[in-house]
């Protein structure tokens, strides 16, 4: 099975950029949609942006659209999400995961797998 790992973390003031990253243990071609999710303290679990391994089309929801990129290298097994602009209700742990189906036009928790630990992300104003 694959490990997830996320980092990047961090404190930033509103306007701010942070760069996370997710790397997999391993190589797994099944792997067909790396996807990052936000959980603020007290809210469900969202989607934020997910990436196809293989074709890179992306999807982004409308809270980030515009402001966060996400990204890939496959060499690295490493999933990258740019964060710009940050605003303080982008405060939240941010999970990476992996949809073992293809990447759909919208983000359920519930399509994923293999969620990482998570990595913090405190934006003040």
Same mark, same amino acid.
């Given at each position: 099975?694959?490990?997830?790992?996320?980092?990047?973390?961090?404190?930033?003031?509103?306007?701010?950029?942070?760069?996370?990253?997710?790397?997999?243990?391993?190589?797994?071609?099944?792997?067909?949609?790396?996807?990052? !999710?936000?959980?603020?303290?007290?809210?469900?679990?969202?989607?934020?942006?997910?990436?196809?391994?293989?074709?890179?089309?992306?999807?982004?929801?409308?809270?980030?659209?515009?402001? !966060?990129?996400?990204?890939?290298?496959?060499?690295?097994?490493?999933?990258?999400?740019?964060?710009?602009?940050?605003?303080?209700?982008?405060?939240?742990?941010?999970?990476?995961?992996?949809? !073992?189906?293809?990447?759909?036009?919208?983000?359920?928790?519930?399509?994923?797998?293999?969620?990482?630990?998570?990595?913090?992300?405190?934006?003040?104003?």
């Amino acid at each position: 099975e694959v490990d997830l790992a996320e980092s990047g973390g961090g404190s930033v003031q509103a306007g701010g950029s942070l760069r996370l990253a997710c790397v997999a243990s391993k190589t797994d071609t099944s792997r067909n949609c790396m996807g990052w !999710f936000r959980q603020a303290p007290g809210k469900a679990r969202e989607g934020v942006a997910h990436i196809h391994a293989r074709h890179g089309s992306t999807y982004y929801s409308d809270a980030v659209k515009g402001r !966060f990129s996400i990204s890939q290298d496959t060499a690295k097994n490493t999933v990258y999400l740019q964060m710009d602009n940050l605003k303080p209700e982008d405060t939240g742990v941010y999970s990476c995961a992996v949809d !073992f189906g293809s990447c759909r036009p919208y983000m359920r928790v519930d399509w994923y797998e293999r969620w990482g630990q998570g990595t913090q992300v405190t934006v003040s104003s």
